[in-house]
């Protein structure tokens, strides 16, 4: 059975008139029209979804500023512990050489005074050995 080139030119409009709606309820294709408005859809929503994931960062970036702000201060302040810390460790060593020089005049002084006392002692106990041996030379 041979068809003539009109009944297929039929046929072929036939298909090309239908086509479109076959494959949209046989299968999963979409028109053009609708497969492109569906893709502008999904941009703008993926447009607006990284404008709201560039707001969240931006505000976790003042967040993290903010963070970095009070560590500062905590820095800072602790800064000011060790200076003040610092400032009493000098005023004690201070203190103590002060109190380490009047000990070293006392040990000298207190020196000066047994040196004097162990000649005095001394040329006291010659004297008096001498004087008995000369006592005991004068009877004897």
Do not use: C
């Not at 949209?24 to 502008?40: D, G, M, T």
């Not at 905590?74 to 020089?101: H, L, N, S, W």
């Amino acid at each position: 059975m041979m068809l003539e080139d009109k009944q297929l030119e039929e046929i072929g409009q036939y298909v090309q008139a239908n086509l479109g709606t076959w494959l949209a309820e046989n299968s999963r294709a979409k028109p053009p029209v609708v497969y492109e408005i569906e893709l502008r859809e999904r941009m703008v929503r993926l447009e607006e979804e990284l404008k709201h994931q560039r707001e969240l960062m931006k505000q976790g970036f003042e967040l993290m500023e903010r963070r970095f702000e009070a560590v500062d201060r905590r820095f800072e302040a602790v800064d000011k512990r060790f200076e003040t810390v610092d400032r009493r460790f000098e005023t004690m060593d201070k203190r103590f050489e002060a109190v380490q020089e009047q000990m070293d005049k006392r040990f000298e002084m207190l020196t000066k005074r047994i040196d004097r006392f162990m000649i005095w002692s001394f040329g006291f106990t010659f004297s008096a050995v001498a004087i008995v041996i000369a006592v005991f030379r004068v009877w004897a």
